[in-house]
C-alpha cells in the first residue's frame, strides 16, 4: 500500500481522471481603500448624513486591483505572471487560491490546489517546525497517519535536519522556504500557486524545488508561479500572462510576451543565453 | 476502513473541498449558500480549530514554570481579596457571599472574554486569512476554544471555594451545562457577526469593551438581586439585562439558588435574536472579510 500511495494518484486508479482545471471569466476585484481615517464609524455615519447633500453614498476610493480577468488552465499548464511592481499579480494569485471572492465574474478551481504565497503563511513562529508540520496537517484536514506521512516526507526534502526541532523564529529566510515549500509540495497539489519569494532559495535547494515541481507537472497538474526574473520564468513555464494596472497585457508563449516586456537590450541577451545552453 | 484507506492515503486533503466556484455577489440566496457551506467546512476543521486554541494558550505560557495554572492563581487571588472586602462592604455573611462571588467573578470574565476576544476573532488571524482559502468559521471557533480553555483553568477555584465554603450540589447542579453550551452557541454567533463588524469598523472594539465595563456594574455580578428589592427603577437594569438572564441560568443552578422557567425562555429568546442576526450578518459580510482584515 505505501508504493501505491507514493506513486498513483488514487483517483487515476478509481479510473475517474479528474482533470484539475482553474478558469477565471472575467474576474474582477476592486480593492476598498480604508484608510486608518475613513474606515471609522464616526466617519461613515456623517458621511451617510452629509450624503443628503446630494453626494454619493459610494464615493469611497476603490482601487480595481483587477480588471476583466479571464484564461483558462488545464492540466499540464505551467503558466507564469509577469508585469511590475503593484500591477496585480499577488492579488491574482490571492484570487485564484479562493481567498478573495470577486467583486465581477466568475473563479472556478477543480483539483487539490496549494498556494504558495507568502513563506510564514500559516506558520507560527513561536512553534517547532516539526510542530508547524503537524498544525499544517490539520490545516489540511490530514488523519493522524496522514499527518506522519507529512511529516516524515517534509524531514526528508527540506533536509533541516535538527533545525526542525527549533522555533521557526530562530530559522534564516532560507530555512522558512524550504520548510514551507516542503510542506506545500508534500502531498502534490493538483493545483499548484506560488509567489516569486520561493526563488530566494540557494541553488541546490531552487534545483530541488524545481525537479518536484517538474514531477507535479508530469503528472498533468497546474502551475501558476509569479515573478520578475525572465529566466525563472523561461525554465519553469510554458505560459505566460502579462498583467498591468489589473488588466491582461498579453497572454501566451513565453519568449513572445517577454520580447513585449522586457527592454529590447534586455530581450536580446537574453535570447542570447536561451540560444547557447 | 481498509476500503478507504487508498482513497484517502495519497489524496491527503480530500477532506478539504476539491472544487470551487467562486463568483460575485449575486444575492441572498448565494450568501446564505456560501456562508452555510463556511460553517460545514469549519465543522470539518474542529481538530484545527480545538489544536489552534488550544496552542494559543501553550505558546502564550510557555517557558512559565506554572504555564496556564497563572490562570487559576491570579484568578484565585483576585477572587479572595474582592470576596473579604465586599463581604465587609455590603454586610454580607462571606459563606454564602464567597461561593457568589467567585462563581459570578469567573462567569462574568468567561463571558466578557466570549464578546471582547470575539470582535478582535477575524481581525487577529488577518496572516491566516490573507494567506490561505480556510473558513471563516474557524477563526471565531478559536477563540472559543481558546477561552473555554481559561474557563476550565479557573474553574478549580470555583472547586476549591465550594468545597471549604460547604456548597451543596445536588443533580439540579447539571442544569448549568446546558447553560453552558448555549454560552458557547452564542459566543459563537456573536464572533462571527462582531468579528466582521469590527474588522470593517475599527472603533466597533473600543465601544464594546467600554460596553462591557458598564454591564460588569449594572449587571448583578459583584452584588445580589435582594439588595435591590425595594427599588423599583434598579430593578429595571436586571429585568431589561440580557447579560443578567445569560448569567442567571449559568449561576443558580450551581449556587442552588432558584431558577424560573422565564429566565431560561427569556435567555433562549434573546440567544434566537443573536443567532439569527449572526446568520444574516455572516452571509453578507462574509465575501468581504478578507478585504477587511
Given at each position: 500500500?505505501?508504493?501505491?500511495?507514493?506513486n498513483?494518484?488514487?483517483?487515476?486508479?478509481?479510473?475517474?481522471?479528474?482533470?484539475?482545471?482553474?478558469?477565471?471569466?472575467?474576474v474582477?476585484?476592486?480593492?476598498?481603500?480604508?484608510?486608518?481615517?475613513?474606515?471609522?464609524?464616526k466617519?461613515?455615519?456623517?458621511?451617510?448624513?452629509?450624503?443628503?447633500?446630494?453626494?454619493?453614498?459610494?464615493?469611497?476610493?476603490?482601487v480595481?486591483?483587477l480588471h476583466?480577468?479571464?484564461f483558462?488552465?488545464?492540466?499540464?499548464d505551467?503558466?507564469?505572471?509577469?508585469?511590475?511592481?503593484?500591477?496585480?499579480?499577488?492579488?491574482?494569485?490571492?484570487?485564484?487560491?479562493?481567498?478573495?471572492q470577486p467583486?465581477?465574474?466568475?473563479?472556478s478551481?477543480?483539483?487539490?490546489?496549494?498556494?504558495?504565497?507568502?513563506?510564514?503563511?500559516g506558520?507560527?513562529?513561536?512553534?517547532?517546525g516539526?510542530?508547524?508540520?503537524?498544525?499544517?496537517?490539520?490545516?489540511?484536514?490530514?488523519?493522524?497517519?496522514?499527518?506522519?506521512?507529512?511529516?516524515?516526507?517534509?524531514e526528508?526534502f527540506?533536509e533541516?535536519?535538527?533545525?526542525?526541532d527549533?522555533?521557526v523564529?530562530n530559522?534564516?529566510?532560507g530555512?522558512t522556504?524550504?520548510l514551507?515549500?516542503a510542506?506545500?509540495?508534500?502531498?502534490?497539489?493538483?493545483?499548484?500557486?506560488?509567489?516569486e519569494w520561493?526563488?530566494?532559495?540557494?541553488a541546490?535547494?531552487?534545483?530541488?524545488?524545481?525537479?518536484?515541481?517538474?514531477?507535479?507537472?508530469?503528472?498533468?497538474?497546474?502551475?501558476?508561479?509569479?515573478?520578475?526574473?525572465?529566466s525563472?520564468?523561461?525554465?519553469?513555464?510554458?505560459?505566460?500572462?502579462w498583467?498591468e494596472?489589473?488588466?491582461?497585457?498579453?497572454?501566451?508563449a513565453p519568449m513572445?510576451?517577454?520580447?513585449?516586456?522586457l527592454?529590447?537590450?534586455?530581450?536580446?541577451?537574453?535570447?542570447?543565453?536561451?540560444?547557447?545552453? | 476502513?481498509?476500503?478507504?484507506?487508498?482513497?484517502?492515503?495519497?489524496?491527503?486533503?480530500?477532506?478539504?473541498?476539491?472544487?470551487?466556484?467562486?463568483?460575485?455577489?449575486?444575492?441572498?440566496?448565494?450568501?446564505?449558500?456560501?456562508?452555510?457551506?463556511?460553517?460545514?467546512?469549519g465543522?470539518?476543521?474542529?481538530?484545527?480549530i480545538?489544536?489552534?486554541?488550544?496552542?494559543?494558550?501553550?505558546?502564550?505560557?510557555?517557558g512559565?514554570?506554572?504555564?496556564?495554572?497563572?490562570?487559576?492563581?491570579?484568578?484565585?487571588?483576585?477572587?479572595?481579596?474582592?470576596?473579604f472586602?465586599?463581604?465587609?462592604?455590603?454586610?454580607?455573611?462571606?459563606?454564602?457571599?464567597?461561593p457568589?462571588?467567585?462563581?459570578?467573578?469567573?462567569?462574568?470574565?468567561?463571558?466578557?472574554?466570549l464578546?471582547?476576544e470575539g470582535?478582535?476573532?477575524?481581525?487577529q488571524?488577518?496572516?491566516?486569512?490573507?494567506?490561505?482559502?480556510?473558513?471563516?468559521?474557524?477563526?471565531?471557533?478559536?477563540?472559543?476554544?481558546?477561552?473555554?480553555?481559561i474557563?476550565?483553568?479557573n474553574?478549580v477555584?470555583?472547586?476549591?471555594?465550594?468545597?471549604?465554603?460547604?456548597?451543596?450540589?445536588?443533580?439540579?447542579?447539571?442544569?448549568?451545562?446546558?447553560?453552558l453550551?448555549?454560552?458557547?452557541?452564542?459566543?459563537?454567533?456573536?464572533?462571527l457577526?462582531?468579528?466582521?463588524?469590527c474588522?470593517?469598523?475599527?472603533?466597533?472594539?473600543?465601544?464594546?469593551?467600554a460596553i462591557?465595563?458598564?454591564?460588569?456594574?449594572?449587571?448583578?455580578?459583584m452584588?445580589?438581586?435582594?439588595?435591590?428589592?425595594?427599588?423599583?427603577?434598579a430593578?429595571?437594569?436586571?429585568r431589561?439585562?440580557?447579560?443578567?438572564?445569560?448569567?442567571?441560568?449559568?449561576?443558580?443552578?450551581?449556587?442552588?439558588t432558584?431558577?424560573?422557567?422565564?429566565?431560561?425562555?427569556?435567555?433562549?429568546?434573546?440567544?434566537?435574536?443573536?443567532?439569527?442576526?449572526?446568520w444574516?450578518?455572516f452571509?453578507?459580510?462574509r465575501?468581504r472579510?478578507?478585504?477587511?482584515?
Amino acid at each position: 500500500m505505501d508504493r501505491l500511495c507514493t506513486n498513483a494518484r488514487p483517483d487515476r486508479l478509481l479510473g475517474l481522471n479528474m482533470m484539475a482545471n482553474l478558469t477565471a471569466s472575467n474576474v474582477s476585484i476592486g480593492f476598498p481603500l480604508y484608510h486608518s481615517d475613513s474606515r471609522s464609524l464616526k466617519k461613515t455615519i456623517l458621511g451617510q448624513a452629509s450624503a443628503r447633500f446630494g453626494r454619493d453614498n459610494n464615493n469611497r476610493p476603490v482601487v480595481q486591483a483587477l480588471h476583466d480577468i479571464s484564461f483558462s488552465l488545464n492540466s499540464g499548464d505551467r503558466l507564469g505572471l509577469i508585469g511590475s511592481n503593484g500591477s496585480g499579480k499577488t492579488t491574482l494569485l490571492r484570487v485564484l487560491s479562493g481567498i478573495y471572492q470577486p467583486t465581477g465574474g466568475t473563479l472556478s478551481a477543480k483539483g487539490r490546489m496549494t498556494a504558495l504565497l507568502d513563506p510564514g503563511q500559516g506558520m507560527n513562529h513561536q512553534l517547532t517546525g516539526r510542530e508547524n508540520i503537524r498544525l499544517r496537517g490539520l490545516y489540511l484536514g490530514l488523519s493522524v497517519s496522514q499527518t506522519q506521512e507529512l511529516v516524515k516526507d517534509v524531514e526528508d526534502f527540506s533536509e533541516l535536519g535538527h533545525f526542525l526541532d527549533l522555533p521557526v523564529r530562530n530559522y534564516s529566510s532560507g530555512m522558512t522556504i524550504r520548510l514551507a515549500f516542503a510542506m506545500a509540495t508534500a502531498f502534490p497539489p493538483e493545483i499548484l500557486l506560488m509567489d516569486e519569494w520561493i526563488l530566494a532559495g540557494d541553488a541546490v535547494f531552487m534545483e530541488k524545488a524545481k525537479k518536484r515541481v517538474e514531477g507535479m507537472v508530469r503528472h498533468a497538474d497546474i502551475l501558476v508561479l509569479a515573478s520578475h526574473s525572465p529566466s525563472i520564468l523561461l525554465e519553469w513555464c510554458n505560459r505566460l500572462l502579462w498583467i498591468e494596472n489589473g488588466q491582461i497585457r498579453g497572454d501566451g508563449a513565453p519568449m513572445r510576451i517577454l520580447e513585449h516586456y522586457l527592454p529590447s537590450s534586455a530581450f536580446k541577451e537574453l535570447a542570447k543565453a536561451e540560444a547557447a545552453p | 476502513m481498509t476500503k478507504a484507506a487508498p482513497t484517502m492515503s495519497r489524496n491527503g486533503a480530500l477532506r478539504r473541498p476539491v472544487h470551487f466556484h467562486l463568483s460575485a455577489d449575486s444575492g441572498w440566496k448565494q450568501r446564505f449558500h456560501l456562508a452555510w457551506a463556511d460553517m460545514r467546512e469549519g465543522a470539518h476543521l474542529w481538530r484545527l480549530i480545538a489544536v489552534l486554541g488550544f496552542l494559543d494558550i501553550k505558546l502564550k505560557y510557555r517557558g512559565s514554570a506554572l504555564g496556564p495554572f497563572w490562570l487559576t492563581i491570579s484568578m484565585g487571588v483576585q477572587v479572595g481579596a474582592m470576596a473579604f472586602i465586599y463581604a465587609d462592604l455590603f454586610h454580607t455573611d462571606i459563606h454564602s457571599y464567597l461561593p457568589f462571588l467567585c462563581l459570578s467573578i469567573i462567569a462574568w470574565s468567561y463571558l466578557n472574554a466570549l464578546v471582547t476576544e470575539g470582535c478582535g476573532c477575524f481581525i487577529q488571524s488577518d496572516a491566516v486569512i490573507k494567506g490561505m482559502r480556510m473558513p471563516f468559521s474557524v477563526h471565531a471557533g478559536r477563540s472559543i476554544v481558546r477561552n473555554t480553555i481559561i474557563l476550565a483553568h479557573n474553574v478549580v477555584v470555583i472547586v476549591v471555594v465550594f468545597a471549604i465554603m460547604g456548597v451543596h450540589q445536588s443533580l439540579s447542579s447539571l442544569l448549568a451545562l446546558p447553560a453552558l453550551g448555549l454560552w458557547l452557541v452564542d459566543g459563537f454567533a456573536f464572533s462571527l457577526f462582531f468579528g466582521a463588524l469590527c474588522a470593517r469598523f475599527r472603533d466597533v472594539p473600543q465601544i464594546i469593551s467600554a460596553i462591557m465595563q458598564i454591564a460588569f456594574f449594572v449587571t448583578p455580578v459583584m452584588w445580589s438581586t435582594t439588595i435591590l428589592t425595594g427599588h423599583r427603577e434598579a430593578l429595571l437594569l436586571i429585568r431589561f439585562n440580557p447579560f443578567y438572564y445569560m448569567l442567571e441560568i449559568l449561576r443558580a443552578p450551581l449556587l442552588g439558588t432558584p431558577l424560573s422557567v422565564m429566565t431560561w425562555g427569556w435567555a433562549l429568546v434573546i440567544s434566537g435574536i443573536l443567532i439569527f442576526l449572526s446568520w444574516i450578518a455572516f452571509a453578507r459580510t462574509r465575501g468581504r472579510i478578507a478585504f477587511w482584515v
